[in-house]
């Protein structure tokens, strides 16, 4: 049993790491306190000898203005703050390099600006005033794209709630827009058009694409610029520049969505924002200069970021369970891994949940989930995953399987595996997946089934299943299904209804029965598992050998291979043959197993007839044989091993 101490020791090495991911989550904390470096310069050169200076500025529009999530705790700088950036002026420069930059502490806050009513949509003009630029096409958000309004179009068709058609163009983005760090893209900013079209970018790509759908449908919506944390493998360093969006909310304000984290409606207190515009193409600086026969050359700004002190780690917002279908599957089998999602907040919020699983495992279709939940909601998602079927088949495996969120907020689950358990194909868990995910009272619903877990085969047994309301609502024509047999009931809070129907025992092995109900509400679905036994069977198969030279120990490998579906216990091999018998004895047998008797001190003579019997139980204690007989000729070199040999044929006393 090696094998199961391996795997526990890996599950519990997964659990360790993450558990330490935890310890030093930064996205988990209440507060952060963060340092910031910008700096930034230019060379002033003369173009010719009569040269003239009088005066040179440059405007830092990269600034940190204070909000209802980030604050200045201290500030160096010798610029001075004005409107919407840093102004630094240079009277009567020399020629040379000039810098500029600032310093500063600043602090971060877990908020946001809560949804916490349904905001209608579309908007109407009024409740925007003020804010028409932002509903205007630019260079990069081209928003009058016909196919960028094709696809907002389609997207927002028959929603009337702001948060979930601003939802629903930045999960399609997500999900249809390959995060590619390719020379075109991080060179300059593409159009948003252009993002559509090739379906690749970064942060700012994905950004103004979402910015021009909502835009195109009427949204007031912004670029935002600014730095944030990321453990990404693709990042030498984990501070990094980075861009995101903001969406008008009347009577709210602007509400943060970052595409890129998965971060709809917040972002998290690694965010430090810098500046907001019509445009990602926008300046980060201004620079001007009152001279005549010189000339300005810019150097790239530099960012340096760290981490000042941190805030206590909150609870997060979102909590995550998990549910697998089958606690033990066999080697090949398909599974289901339930994530239950629970909104604790009064306000809407959105998750990205992804599962983690070794690499003995295949997730079908797509991993990532990002998933929009009312205030107080409870959503359930499910990924299909499927167990290779190549492990050997002596061990018990335990396998970890993990659901976290953007937040790194994660829960862990596992299942064990072994050869001749119960295997589910990919059709039977499609059977039992949830096709609206959106039907949320499904958690006050609960299924009991009473029914024996095994039973014999041509056997007439029942199965009782109950469906239970536990919510607040009373639940209308629910049809309600165990197996094959349906009843449209009503189901009043408190209130069950039972089915009585019988089982399957026609066929061997592992049997399902599926129990569903569905209504308007309600869509629900589980599985439960029997097996049907049979007479418990082996075969045994011999590779004796054919001839045996005179005292030579005999061994005769017995193959026992398990041919029915019930285990045979108690098993016992007998090797006899007039009157000499050896025995060997093993518990169970639940696939093959190899033996090997060994005949020591035998009579051997010219020609050796054994009889090989097996014997064995079933769970009832009913003994069940099985013989078969061999034949092993016997050698002799010597004069006296042939007399031997042929004096055992009357009387069997030499060995």
């Given at each position: 049993m090696n094998k199961v101490l391996v795997c526990v020791i890996l599950l519990l090495c997964i659990q360790i790491a993450t558990a330490e991911i935890e310890d030093n989550n930064l996205y988990l904390y209440d507060s952060?306190?963060?340092?910031l470096n910008v700096d930034g310069g230019f060379k002033l050169t003369k173009e010719r000898n009569n040269y003239d200076i009088r005066e040179a500025s440059t405007e830092l529009l990269l600034y940190p203005k204070e909000d209802y999530r980030q604050s200045i705790q201290t500030w160096d700088s010798t610029g001075i703050i004005q409107d919407n950036g840093v102004m630094f002026t240079w009277n009567e420069p020399s020629l040379g390099d000039k810098e500029y930059g600032y310093t500063?502490?600043?602090?971060t806050e877990n908020q946001r600006k809560e949804v916490q009513y349904k905001v209608p949509f579309p908007i109407h003009p009024r409740n925007i005033k003020g804010y028409e630029e932002y509903l205007e096409p630019t260079?990069?958000?081209d928003s009058n794209n016909p196919e960028i309004v094709a696809k907002a179009t389609e997207l927002a068709q028959g929603e009337d709630d702001l948060f979930k058609v601003a939802f629903k163009l930045a999960e399609w983005v997500e999900r249809n827009v390959e995060y590619d760090l390719n020379t075109l893209t991080s060179q300059a900013s593409q159009k948003a058009s252009w993002v559509l079209e090739n379906e690749q970018g970064v942060c700012d790509e994905m950004t103004s694409l979402f910015v021009a759908m909502a835009r195109s449908l009427g949204i007031p919506a912004r670029f935002v610029s600014g730095i944030s944390y990321t453990t990404s493998e693709l990042f030498d360093e984990n501070w990094q520049p980075h861009g995101w969006?903001?969406?008008f909310f009347p009577d709210i304000g602007w509400v943060s969505f970052d595409i890129t984290f998965g971060e709809y409606g917040y972002i998290d207190v690694t965010h430090i924002k810098l500046r907001?515009?019509?445009?990602?193409?926008?300046?980060?600086?201004?620079f001007e200069w009152l001279a005549s026969n010189v000339l300005l050359t810019t150097e790239q700004l530099s960012f340096n970021v760290n981490l000042y002190d941190k805030g206590t780690q909150s609870e997060p917002e979102i909590l995550v369970e998990q549910e697998i279908l089958s606690d033990e599957i066999g080697f090949g089998s398909y599974n289901l891994v339930k994530g239950i999602i629970k909104n604790n907040q009064p306000y809407y919020t959105a998750t990205t949940v992804q599962l983690a699983v070794p690499e003995e495992i295949e997730i079908i279709e797509r991993n990532k989930r990002t998933i929009l939940l009312h205030p107080h909601e409870v959503r359930e998602t499910y990924w299909i995953v499927k167990l290779t079927d190549d492990l050997d088949s002596s061990f018990l495996y335990t396998f970890p399987t993990i659901i976290y969120s953007e937040k790194n907020v994660s829960v862990r689950d596992s299942f064990n595996a072994q050869a001749l358990m119960n295997v589910y194909e990919k059709e039977d868990i499609e059977t039992l997946t949830i096709q609206d995910e959106e039907r949320s009272y499904s958690r006050k619903v609960s299924f009991e089934c009473d029914y024996p877990t095994e039973i014999k085969q041509d056997e007439e047994n029942n199965i009782e299943c109950?469906?239970?309301?536990?919510?607040n609502t009373n639940l209308e024509n629910v049809n309600f299904c165990v197996g094959d047999i349906c009843n449209t009931v009503d189901l009043p809070i408190n209130q069950k209804e039972l089915i009585l129907t019988s089982m399957n025992s026609e066929t061997v092995?592992?049997?399902?029965?599926?129990?569903?109900?569905?209504?308007?509400?309600?869509e629900k679905k589980s599985s439960f598992e029997y097996g049907v036994t049979d007479i418990p069977k082996i075969e045994i198969t011999t590779k004796h050998p054919e001839r045996v030279h005179f005292g030579e120990t005999i061994n005769i490998p017995i193959t026992i291979d398990k041919i029915s579906f019930s285990t045979p216990k108690d098993i016992t091999i007998i090797i006899d043959s007039r009157g000499f018998e050896n025995r060997l004895k093993t518990e169970e047998i639940t696939q093959s197993k190899d033996v090997n008797l060994e005949l020591t001190q035998f009579p051997l003579r010219k020609t050796n007839s054994f009889t090989i019997t097996a014997i064995w139980y079933d769970a009832e204690g009913?003994?069940?044989s099985e013989n078969q007989d061999i034949v092993i000729i016997g050698e002799a070199t010597s004069f006296s091993e042939k007399v031997k040999l042929f004096l055992n044929r009357i009387i069997p006393v030499f060995s």
């Open positions: 952060l306190e963060i340092l500063t502490i600043l602090k260079i990069t958000i969006a903001e969406v907001d515009g019509f445009d990602p193409a926008e300046p980060a600086t201004k109950s469906i239970k309301n536990s919510g092995g592992w049997n399902k029965i599926i129990v569903s109900a569905k209504n308007n509400l309600v009913k003994f069940y």
